[in-house]
């Protein structure tokens, strides 16, 4: 049996470059496919293989001692999810555009916002009400087929929008409100928190473990709605078969959380298309045209 896991740490790392070449012989020798990126800041990975090939590379992690106790999140999945092995040096380990103004220890990033539990975060939310607001801190295309109730999702195509974003009245309106930021494993809030708290938004969450975490605990019976877009093969996970699409289709307007590339090949976005309109049609959301039809 395949699984994938997910994990990050924020740790200072003298020599990336040494670590990215350790991580691309544990991967090789144990046959895992997927993505690391490691910087002075730290390590993410999402990789895929057997499962006890994964037991095996945890194993080797947990003996490093700069990756320790590393939380991993488990989901369906396999190694062929992913085209290849792709282990990265960066100078951010999410590119916020602000190498400069993160600041790492061995205890991870400085500043950031408050972690809460999924479980936590319930009573958060009963004892507070609507004082709570939720900020989403992905992209926004990832938004369109999943996200919590009535959570505010900025105008984001890539994460280093969200500098400018967080300047706007919509987000300067919410400094005062209890906020509460999510993405994907985590990672992602780890900076955005901490760029929010710089700026001044004073009583700043985020989830911790992300949407996954949540949606390993609560599946579809809590505050989350829809599908999770995910970055490899898949394209979306579901917490349970009662996940709903809440998504729409860009040419007939049906509900789904289907992604297809853009027809235009120099457009490169995602957009939405339930089955039917993606067997028939090729188009482009941004130019607002159809390319071609009945291309079955």
Same mark, same amino acid.
């Given at each position: 049996?395949?699984?994938?896991?997910?994990?990050?740490?924020?740790?200072?790392?003298?020599?990336?470059?040494?670590?990215?070449?350790?991580?691309?012989?544990?991967?090789?020798?144990?046959?895992?496919?997927?993505?690391?990126?490691?910087?002075?800041?730290?390590?993410?990975?999402?990789?895929?293989?057997?499962?006890?090939?994964?037991?095996?590379?945890?194993?080797?992690?947990?003996?490093?001692?700069?990756?320790?106790?590393?939380?991993?999140?488990?989901?369906?999945?396999?190694?062929?999810?992913?085209?290849?092995?792709?282990?990265?040096?960066?100078?951010?380990?999410?590119?916020?555009?602000?190498?400069?103004?993160? %600041?790492?220890? *061995?205890?991870?990033?400085?500043?950031?916002?408050?972690?809460?539990?999924?479980? !936590?975060?319930?009573?958060?939310?009963?004892? @507070?009400?609507?004082?709570?607001?939720?900020?989403?801190?992905?992209?926004?295309?990832?938004?369109?087929?999943? %996200?919590?109730?009535?959570?505010?999702?900025?105008?984001?195509?890539? *994460?280093?929008?969200?500098?400018?974003?967080?300047?706007?009245?919509?987000?300067?309106?919410?400094?005062?409100?209890?906020?509460?930021?999510?993405?994907?494993?985590?990672?992602?809030?780890?900076?955005?928190? !901490?760029?929010? @708290?710089?700026?001044?938004? %004073?009583?700043?969450?985020?989830?911790?473990?992300?949407?996954?975490?949540?949606?390993?605990?609560? @599946?579809?019976?809590?505050?989350?709605?829809?599908?999770?877009?995910?970055?490899?093969?898949?394209?979306?996970?579901?917490?349970?078969?009662?996940?709903?699409?809440?998504? @729409?289709?860009?040419?007939?307007?049906?509900?789904?959380?289907?992604?297809?590339?853009?027809?235009?090949?120099?457009?490169?976005?995602?957009?939405?298309?339930?089955?039917?309109? !993606?067997?028939?049609?090729?188009?482009?959301?941004?130019?607002?045209?159809?390319?071609?039809?009945?291309?079955?």
């Amino acid at each position: 049996m395949e699984k994938i896991i997910l994990y990050y740490k924020f740790v200072p790392l003298a020599d990336p470059e040494s670590v990215m070449h350790w991580q691309r012989q544990l991967c090789e020798r144990h046959e895992l496919k997927g993505r690391i990126i490691i910087s002075k800041q730290g390590i993410n990975g999402t990789i895929g293989g057997n499962i006890e090939s994964l037991k095996a590379y945890k194993k080797q992690m947990n003996l490093h001692p700069s990756f320790k106790s590393i939380p991993y999140k488990w989901s369906d999945g396999k190694a062929d999810d992913f085209p290849r092995l792709s282990i990265r040096v960066r100078d951010e380990l999410v590119t916020f555009m602000a190498p400069n103004d993160i %600041k790492v220890t *061995t205890k991870g990033v400085v500043g950031g916002g408050k972690h809460i539990k999924p479980s !936590a975060l319930h009573d958060l939310v009963a004892k @507070k009400g609507s004082d709570v607001v939720f900020v989403d801190g992905r992209n926004e295309y990832e938004a369109k087929i999943g %996200k919590f109730k009535n959570a505010v999702v900025p105008n984001t195509r890539t *994460t280093r929008d969200f500098i400018n974003e967080l300047n706007t009245s919509k987000m300067q309106s919410l400094k005062n409100k209890t906020l509460v930021t999510y993405c994907t494993g985590g990672i992602r809030c780890e900076i955005l928190t !901490a760029l929010m @708290k710089d700026k001044g938004f %004073k009583d700043v969450y985020q989830i911790d473990g992300g949407i996954v975490k949540y949606g390993e605990k609560y @599946k579809d019976d809590g505050l989350w709605e829809g599908k999770l877009y995910v970055f490899d093969k898949r394209m979306t996970v579901s917490f349970s078969d009662k996940a709903k699409d809440i998504g @729409k289709c860009s040419l007939c307007g049906q509900k789904t959380s289907n992604f297809i590339n853009c027809g235009d090949v120099s457009c490169n976005d995602l957009i939405l298309a339930c089955l039917d309109c !993606a067997k028939k049609s090729r188009f482009c959301k941004t130019h607002n045209v159809i390319i071609s039809d009945n291309l079955v």
